[in-house]
């Protein structure tokens, strides 16, 4: 086939597809104003967002919950169709295809009579690219549903009729409902997504909508169905939250956009939310104000990857950089995809006596997929500026053990992966293939604690660190995730100090504790011993992330987070039970925030440059954080050996840490006087003052303990020695004093 043919035979199968989704809507029943969604489209199958632009696909899946026969008569009638239009109706596709025409021709704008081009990604209402002075309506209910409010998956507030509700939704009475986007400039508008109301007290969905261009809001034309010459009218949602996406039968160029409910649910208002796939035409003549430019300069692969291409390229990343990284595996997923970790270091696959070790967990949620490839660039970026002698990048790596876990629930992602980034909407992937939300499924160990703490047996009686796993998290039948169970091992086999947990759909950064410590009560701030510490680490990222300080950036959702430094205590925030971050804090020595990193949990391909630049600085000076703060040695005074789990007390923080196997310890602290305790069992506790200074890098603060004599004795009859006189002696004094206190006590 030559190119002419080739070219020509997509054309007419694209233009196939399009009049079958023209003849489905044809065949839809007559609009009303108010009528329940009985027989609405179903969720058209959903572009990979793999690929180089957003694919729209033009072909339907079949509608869920039917019976067998339905679903064979609706899987046939469609193709055969399909068929006979490809080979028998050529020529006449092409007559009509000339015939047509806007209904208000314009100079400035011509409808294009070409295929459409389905590489439009989305305009930004979504993502917060769009302003919310381009969002207009023809009324609206109240401010809290007013036009600005009318963005794909926002999410409203706990009560109805606040500033912060969950779509656009029109006056009762406006008869003639629209929502409307200005693109800033001449744009070619492709499709819409649409979704209904969230709200977890009503139910309100458009059945049904048209859609109008314009070039000065004052002449509108809409699109039209090929086969009536009439106004199309697309179909609407069947539910509150899923995304459903409507291509254009052909492209329009304009400026403004209009969607303007039909029919939506009986009962109900016709409530809104939208994203707009645009693409914005090039301003030779400058008169639009110039867009910033998004993107970044890095040689990065700024792509989506399912887990054979995450797989794919950590190995290349590995072979590019072999002397300073590792791709190892901590476990596998219920669905059997191994949870693979990059780690980064000057010496790879152990642990250098004094170096600390960082982690970042992302992909805990499988549909929050932002961070996931943050992590993949971030070791790219690694790779190559090691590579190219960045002096930062080379003393991060010769100092530091770094480890990154892209995916954490990979069989959540492929599941958001397969929906395509604007399709997969707020919840669907969330959950791993067993539907265990993995922020909820570390053990609890924040209700034992505190209770000790209000019985008075912290830390004497019942430790303030390291608490152990609950009898009922180890049994057989315990519900824990064999995920959750991977990341425990992992946490305990290699000693964490700093780690951060990425998460998507906020632009904030919370820290422990997650759970609130009073039972019923949903906010509530709750701090750990080491406040200050944890704060400053939310702030440090925080304050270097583009998203988070840029001026005058509007919320996301319902919480204005800007007026306490884009940082909340997370029980303040709203309370989990069983989160990593507490569990991290209780279980071992890792301190861990968590960092909700763009208000679009899975953003399109398009933005992943951007997004990067807005977080790469910030991800390199969080990993630097862990110098702050005091680290040594703890060893025996005799054998200069180190001594492994010996405790790290800081008087005036009810929280220790212990030392590694080989006897090495870090403490984060903020910059200040501290008395630092060391002690282990059999040996005499040691106690020194240790000062943080605003230098950068650790204090030293080394221990040598002596051993008891009782630690001595044992040592000596185990090696089947004698005692010396020396060391008989001082039993005999310490076993006198005890003789003498116990007959003073009576």
Known sequence: MTETDSSFGLSLLDFTAQRFLLYWVEEAPATSTSRPATQTAPVPRTPRPGTPAFRAPHAYTPRPGGSKEEAKKEKAKPVLRVKLRVVKKKKVIVKKRKKLSPTHPSPVNKEITQDPEPGCPPLGLESLRVSDEQLQASSSQSYGLGAHRGRLNIQSGLEDGDLFDGAWCPETEDDRPWLQVDAGRTAQFTGVITQGRNSIWRYDWVTSYKVQF????????????RSSGLDEVFPGNSDPDTPVLAVFSQPQVARYIRVLPQTWLDGGAACLRLEVLACLLPDPNGLFPREPQLGSSDPLDFQHHNYKAMRKLMKEVNEQCPNITRVYSIGKSHQGLKLYVMEMSDQPGEHELGEPEVRYVAGMHGNEALGRELLLLLMQYLCLEFLRGNPRVTRLLTETRIHLLPSMNPDGYEIAYQRGSELVGWAEGRWTRQFIDLNHNFADLNTPLWEAEDDGLVPHTFPNHHLPLPAYYT???ATVAPETRAVIDWMQRIPFVLSANLHGGELVVSYPFDMTR???EARELTPTPDDPVFRWLSTVYAGTSRAMHEPGRRPCHSEDFSHHGHIINGAQWHSVAGSMNDFSYLHTNCFEVTVELSCDKFPHESELPQEWENNK????????????????LVLDKDTEQGIPDAVISVDGINHDITT???GDYWRMLTPGDYMVTASAEGYHSATKPCRVSFEEGPTPCHFRLSKTPKQRLRELLA???KVPPDLRRRLDRLRGRRVRARGAGR
Do not use: C, F
């Not at 600085?617 to 040594?632: H, K, P």
């Open 475 to 477: 049994m057989p039948n």
């Open 719 to 721: 090696a089947g020695a």
């Open 214 to 225: 314009s070039n000065d809001t004052l002449t509108w034309w809409g699109t039209k169905n």
């Open 518 to 520: 009073t039972p019923w």
């Open 617 to 632: 600085d910030a991800l390199i000076t969080y990993l630097e954080q862990v110098r702050m703060g005091i680290s040594g």
């Open 660 to 662: 590694a196997p080989g």
